[in-house]
């Protein structure tokens, strides 16, 4: 399984690994809000190579330019895939750029350390100076310096590199990883060295064993849904999330924890995804959410066009309109500030017996297409609804709150 760039620097942060000052952007308007002080370099999330050729790297000095930049690479597809995050970095002034890296050598059948003195997006280059170490026997520092030497590396340059290759063979080694790659380390003339970027993919086989990586697998764990399910607290979480996208799920589920939101879980819908089309699997979706014992809140993040937010529109009227039932104070309760819209009756929640329990608010965040075919047929509707996404996560966790 292929991380993203910022999910790999989050792993190397864990074993020392220098990394820049970095914020990930979900909205354009979190541009305005950045916490890293320009100049700032954009940086399309997506799995492919080659971004800064096309286009998906970007150099920005101030917040106009920043948003005129996030706004084309958000609407910019590399290898087919667009960036549902973009990370924001503190702009890096390195005189020189290293390659580094260790694969799992499947017909070898043991760790390589791979390094080039020559990083960077010339890749021909690159590998013109490529040197490499096979690790026939355990691993030890010899290996890292033994490396650092032949790529020609002298002086202090020898233990800051080998260093970071320690580093990085603790994480492969810690972590189950196939690929761990820093491309470019970037190197200032004083000797200080940075990940300016990272590839890490893990063992598909090992993932089970790494309940600190679960919410970057697809797997299905303990929730009977053809859907991809990404498990949360199953059994105390409040907050249940529906996306339509990997990256869209990762992105929005950091967000609510770093607000301190229990998520339950999380469903993907996808394309082609066993021939159920985007209306089939919300609607099974919703109904699977809905088995969730302690479930406050479910929060829909949907990418798409005009007609996704009419789809998902009509599914939402669907799955509410025959739910209709009064509540003790004959009112919905509405976050503070809450650009949503309401009504005076609220869909509940019932169990297998058809008794009556709590209500659980729906909030959808819609972003991309003409948006008003789906505000006229939501605005007699009990949701809450927004474009951003920040707005949509703050009035979730509300709710949260006020069910409380």
């Given at each position: 399984m292929d991380l993203l760039e910022y999910q790999a620097k989050e792993l190397f942060q864990k074993v020392g690994i220098p990394t820049l000052?970095?914020?990930?952007?979900?909205?354009?308007?979190?541009?305005?809000?950045?916490?890293?002080?320009?100049?700032?370099?954009?940086?399309?999330?997506?799995?492919?190579?080659?971004?800064?050729?096309?286009?998906?790297?970007?150099?920005?000095?101030?917040?106009?330019?920043?948003?005129?930049?996030?706004?084309?690479?958000?609407?910019?597809?590399?290898?087919?895939?667009?960036?549902?995050?973009?990370?924001?970095?503190?702009?890096?002034?390195?005189?020189?750029?290293?390659?580094?890296?260790?694969?799992?050598?499947?017909?070898?059948?043991?760790?390589?350390?791979?390094?080039?003195?020559?990083?960077?997006?010339?890749v021909d280059t690159l590998l013109q100076n490529m040197e490499k170490v096979v690790l026939t026997d355990d691993f030890s520092a010899f290996h890292a310096r033994h490396l650092a030497v032949k790529m020609g590396l002298t002086g202090e340059l020898i233990a800051v590199v080998s260093d970071i290759v320690e580093k990085m063979y603790h994480l492969f080694l810690s972590a189950d990883l196939d690929i761990i790659e820093i491309n470019p380390l970037g190197v200032k003339n004083n000797g200080e060295v940075m990940a300016l970027d990272g590839k890490i993919a893990i063992n598909d086989s090992a993932i089970a064993r790494h309940p600190d990586l679960s919410l970057w697998t697809h797997h299905e764990l303990n929730f009977a849904s053809p859907l991809r399910w990404l498990k949360g607290d199953i059994k105390s979480g409040e907050i249940g999330l529906i996306c339509n996208g990997y990256g869209l799920v990762l992105s929005s589920w950091d967000l609510i924890r770093e607000q301190q939101g229990k998520l339950a879980g999380a469903l993907i819908l996808e394309d082609n995804h066993l021939n159920l089309s985007l209306g089939n699997q919300l609607e099974l979706a919703l109904k699977k959410m809905?088995?969730?014992?302690?479930?406050?809140?479910?929060?829909?993040?949907?990418?798409?066009?005009?007609?996704?937010s009419e789809v998902v529109a009509d599914v939402i009227s669907q799955y509410l309109q025959p739910a209709f039932l009064p509540r003790s104070d004959d009112r919905m309760t509405r976050p503070t500030g809450a650009n949503s819209l309401g009504r005076e009756r609220s869909p509940m929640k019932e169990n297998s017996n058809n008794s009556k329990l709590e209500y659980v608010p729906i909030v959808i965040r819609l972003v991309k297409g003409n948006l008003e075919p789906f505000q006229a047929k939501v605005s007699a509707l009990p949701i809450y609804w927004n474009t951003s996404l920040e707005q949509c996560i703050a009035d979730t966790l509300s709710l949260v709150d006020s069910n409380a």
């Open positions: 000052p970095s914020q990930t952007i979900h909205d354009i308007g979190e541009l305005k809000r950045l916490h890293i002080p320009y100049p700032v370099v954009l940086k399309s999330q997506v799995r492919a190579g080659g971004r800064g050729k096309v286009g998906g790297i970007r150099f920005v000095e101030n917040t106009i330019d920043g948003i005129a930049a996030a706004s084309a690479i958000f609407n910019l597809p590399i290898s087919n895939e667009y960036p549902e995050v973009i990370l924001a970095e503190a702009h890096y002034d390195s005189q020189s750029e290293f390659f580094l890296a260790i694969v799992l050598d499947y017909q070898l059948q043991c760790p390589v350390l791979l390094g080039s003195s020559k990083g960077g997006m010339d809905r088995e969730l014992s302690k479930l406050k809140v479910i929060f829909i993040n949907i990418l798409g066009t005009t007609e996704t």
